[in-house]
């Protein structure tokens, strides 16, 4: 008996007040999804509501063209980082996919997934990459790596010139498109 999907892999998550969550996830079929200011914005707006929604704080973030990277933090005993990405990537789908059922039909096409009971995918299936961050180095480290991920990719010549990502928040103090939650090493 063959399956009509894809094996997803499942992963188990660990969300304890205070515990860091190295985040990321793709656009579907790694397409260059990021690029519009609404659909970033539409991203962003997510990332905020789900932070107040289920009380966490973002310590970093970058939105790539076909990729994000989040470190968040949960504030509170029994949050759950499956519910926090499940509303982020939800909620900014949504918003994008009837965004372009309206305006762009021709663009919705590649979206689709041949599949009867998901028609359109916004974000690559499964859960992403998530790791716990415990030590100082590595949470510089991930910062560091989060806030440059433009520049490495040579998208900006400097990392602050990147609107959406955490850059300005950490190396000019200057808020970015989502308040960054710095923490003191």
């Not at 509501?49 to 704080?57: G, H, I, M, R």
């Not at 790539?64 to 939800?90: R, Y």
């Not at 990147?162 to 090493?185: C, M, N, Q, T, Y």
Request: net charge positive; aromatic share 10%.
């Amino acid at each position: 008996m063959s399956h009509p999907l894809p094996h997803r892999k499942t992963r188990r998550r660990y969300s304890f007040p205070n515990s860091i969550h190295e985040l990321a996830f793709s656009c579907y079929r790694n397409l260059p999804l990021l690029v519009s200011e609404r659909t970033c914005k539409n991203l962003a707006v997510a990332v905020v509501q789900a932070s107040n929604n289920l009380d966490y704080s973002v310590i970093a973030y970058v939105f790539m063209p076909t990729h994000v990277h989040l470190l968040v933090m949960p504030n509170e005993a029994g949050c759950s980082i499956s519910d926090f990405l499940k509303s982020v990537k939800q909620s900014a789908a949504r918003k994008e996919l009837i965004y372009l059922k309206r305006n762009e039909p021709e663009n919705l096409k590649r979206l689709e997934t041949g599949w009867q009971h998901a028609r359109y995918l916004f974000w690559q299936r499964g859960g992403g990459y998530d790791r716990n961050i415990t030590e100082p180095e590595t949470l510089r480290n991930s910062i560091d790596y989060i806030n440059n991920n433009p520049l490495r990719k040579g998208l900006v010549e400097n990392a602050c010139d990147w609107k959406w990502s955490s850059a300005r928040d950490w190396l000019i103090d200057e808020r970015g498109v989502i308040p960054a939650h710095k923490i003191i090493f």
